[in-house]
C-alpha cells in the first residue's frame, strides 16, 4: 500500500546462464500465487530447473536455513511436481542475496521507471512487450552476449515440464475424532487407518480432499462433500 494507493507485486525469474527472465505483476502474492507464478514462469522457458534460488519471502520459505529450510507446503508441492528443489538465499550472503534482487531492481529502474498503467493487464503486457523488445535481444553486460542466443544454448538443458499442471491446495491441521474422522468446513471425513485422536494433516483441492499422516504418507482421498454435515 501507498497511502490510498495499491501497489501489485513484482516477480520476476531470471535463468542464470543466460538471464532471460519471465515477469509478472499480481495484486496478492499469497502462497498459492507464488507457486502458480513459478509454474507459469518455467512454462514460459519452456522447461524447469534444477534449482531455485530465492529471497526469503514468507509466502515461499517459513523458515530459513542453510541445510534444511521450511518451504510452505503449497510452494514445496510444486517444486516436487515440477522436480526443482529450493535455495533460499541465506541470510548475511550479499553475493546469493543480491543476485536474487538485481533482476527486481533492473526491472523497477528500467522497464516500469516513471511509468503508470490503467490496469494490471496494461502493466504485465508491457513487461513481456520489453522483455521481447529490448530485455531478452539485450547485449549481457558481463557475459558480453545477446541474451537470447544465451537462452538458446541454456534451454535444451532445462528439464520437460510434466504433462500435467500443478494442483493447488490449502494445508490445515485437524484431530481425528472419536469415530475416526475428521471435520473439513462442516463435512466429514474417514481418517482410518490414522489412530483416534491422532493430529493428521489436510490437503483441501477444489473438488477432494486428502489426509496425510505426521509423515507426510497419503492415508485417504476422498470426493469433496456436496453440503456441510454430510
Known amino acids: 500500500p501507498n497511502g490510498k494507493y495499491r501497489r501489485p507485486w513484482l516477480f520476476v525469474m531470471t535463468l542464470k546462464y543466460s538471464g532471460k ?10 502462497q498459492e500465487t507464488w507457486a502458480r507464478l513459478h509454474e507459469e514462469a518455467f512454462r514460459s522457458f519452456g522447461g524447469s530447473v534444477q534449482y531455485v534460488v530465492l529471497d526469503n519471502l514468507k509466502q515461499g520459505v517459513i523458515r530459513p536455513d542453510l541445510y534444511a529450510p521450511e518451504l510452505n507446503p ?53 513487461l513481456t512487450h520489453w522483455e521481447e523488445r529490448w530485455a531478452a535481444p539485450r547485449i ?23 504433462l500435467e499442471g500443478f494442483r493447488c491446495f490449502r494445508q490445515e491441521s485437524r484431530t481425528v475424532d472419536d469415530a475416526g474422522l475428521v471435520q473439513v468446513h462442516g463435512a466429514y471425513y474417514a481418517a482410518l487407518p490414522a489412530p483416534l485422536h491422532a493430529p493428521v494433516t ?29
Do not use: C
Open 21 to 30: 527472465s519471465f515477469r509478472k505483476v499480481v495484486w496478492k502474492a499469497d
Open 140 to 162: 549481457h553486460g558481463r557475459k558480453k552476449r545477446q541474451v537470447l542466443t544465451l537462452f538458446a544454448e541454456e534451454r535444451p538443458h532445462l528439464k520437460p515440464l510434466p
Open 74 to 126: 503449497v510452494y514445496a508441492a510444486m517444486l516436487a511436481h515440477y522436480g526443482a528443489v529450493a535455495d533460499p538465499a541465506r541470510v548475511a550472503d550479499p553475493d546469493r542475496k543480491g543476485t536474487v534482487e538485481n533482476a527486481i531492481q533492473h526491472t523497477q529502474s528500467t522497464a516500469l521507471k516513471g511509468r503508470r498503467f490503467e490496469s494490471l493487464e496494461a502493466q504485465n503486457a508491457h
Open 202 to 230: 489436510v490437503r483441501i483441492y477444489a473438488h477432494d480432499i486428502e489426509i496425510l499422516d505426521g509423515e507426510g504418507q497419503l492415508l485417504r482421498r476422498h470426493a469433496k462433500a456436496a453440503h456441510k454435515g454430510a
